[in-house]
């Protein structure tokens, strides 16, 4: 990122005795984007603006959520500088020893969990839910409130508060389907791959294209294609290779490159397995007249 990057560091928020902070802000934009040395829940608790997180930017709205992992550049920003423009942000900020204790109640192939505790192993990516029922701000207005009182008891609350919220959220990554937001669609998945297929994407590239773990990404694709993403994509490839072999002529190395493949070898001998003839053959038997 530019040297506009900045990085926030948990000395600045955490008390001695707790590793939980909770705040209310509203944003602006004389906050440069930054990294920080722990992980955040942050949900948009009013207006809507923009998040400005790595190389993207995506439009947000009252109840987008996010959870973002050690090391992710990232900032809010309303809409507009006017002052009518509104972006109010909830920010839970945490260590992770603050969960340390509950760590086992957690599913261990979670992609949450893996971002808290393996930031380093998903460099540059993080979560992404929208909270439709208003659960999970009711929970933020609560800690906030909570974190302000500093009333006996606030550290055990905030924590079981923080793992409530954590394992909704874990539910909402396991359970999430194609189907609740217009990006997780099953047909934007399948219309991407198609207008993607010859390149080099991977099951993780689509995956994180759509804000899903990878291997929840597979698993739903099985499920709903009964295919798994490498048969998909190679049938796309194999079928296109097709059309090109018998409305062209350009050559079969051209033709296998133009479709994804550039070790021939393999192309060959898939082409093979799926057509049950060889590319030569196949555009043999489509190009000679049938004699009836």
């Keep these: 990122m ?25 944003e602006s934009f004389s906050l440069c984007q930054h990294t920080h040395d ?22 947000v709205k009252q109840g987008d959520l996010f959870l973002i992992p050690i090391g992710t550049s990232h900032v809010f920003r309303p809409s507009s500088p006017e002052r009518d423009k ?13 969960i340390e204790n509950w760590r086992h109640y957690f599913a261990e192939d979670s992609e949450m969990l893996r971002m808290i505790y393996y930031p380093h192993e998903r460099k540059g990516r993080w979560l992404q839910f929208h909270d439709k029922h208003n659960t999970l701000q009711a929970m933020f207005h609560n800690m906030h409130w909570e974190y302000l009182k500093r009333n006996q008891g606030c550290e055990i609350i905030l924590t079981t508060s923080l793992i409530q919220m954590l394992m909704l959220l874990q539910r909402l990554e396991m359970e999430r389907d194609f189907t609740p937001s217009p990006n997780n669609k099953l047909e934007d998945v399948l219309h991407y791959i198609k207008n993607n297929y010859s390149k080099n994407i991977t099951a993780q590239h689509v995956a994180d294209h759509f804000y899903m773990s990878v291997s929840h990404f597979q698993r739903l694709f099985k499920k709903s294609t009964e295919l798994t993403f490498i048969q998909y994509l190679q049938n796309i490839r194999i079928q296109k290779c097709c059309d090109l072999l018998e409305s062209t002529d350009i050559s079969i190395h051209e033709t296998a490159n133009l479709v994804g493949y550039l070790d021939m070898k393999f192309f060959h001998a898939l082409f093979r397995k799926k057509t049950g003839v060889t590319p030569r053959q196949y555009r043999q038997n489509y190009q000679e007249p049938k004699i009836d």
Excluded: M, S, T, W
């Design 2 to 26: 530019n040297g506009r990057v900045k990085e926030l560091r948990g000395e600045r928020f955490f008390d001695l005795d707790i590793d939980i902070f909770v705040n209310r802000q509203q």
């Design 38 to 59: 722990f992980v955040e829940i942050c949900i948009v608790g009013e207006g809507c603006g923009f998040h400005y997180i790595e190389d993207q930017v995506l439009p």
């Design 86 to 98: 509104v972006l109010v942000v909830y920010n839970c900020i945490f260590r992770n020893r603050a």
